[in-house]
């Protein structure tokens, strides 16, 4: 996850007040140790806190990172294992087009 952090930061910079939203789920983590993360890292995207590994066992999290999109009619669309580079021309022009 950390591999990817910037990147997902890059994306949500540039979709910011579109119609884009992009939560990211701490598995099993302090809150304490999260949010030093965060802050030190200047993430502005919202960090949700699963410390009961509740929602990763709903979703059946095997491997982390993995990430969903989820389309604006609240539909699974893609789902990934392993860090990605979100920053990327190319999924910022994707998630640019999805927001529309």
Do not use: H
């Amino acid at each position: 996850c950390r591999e990817e952090m910037p990147s997902m930061e890059g994306l949500y910079s540039k979709l910011k007040g579109k119609n884009f939203e992009m939560i990211a789920v701490n598995i099993q983590e302090k809150e304490a140790t999260v949010k030093n993360y965060i802050r030190n890292n200047n993430y502005t995207f919202p960090v949700l806190l699963d410390v009961n590994a509740e929602a990763a066992s709903k979703y059946q999290i095997m491997s982390i990172p993995t990430t969903y999109i989820i389309d604006t009619r609240g539909k699974l669309a893609a789902g990934f294992i392993g860090a990605r580079d979100w920053s990327s021309p190319n999924l910022v022009k994707v998630f640019s087009e999805l927001a529309k």
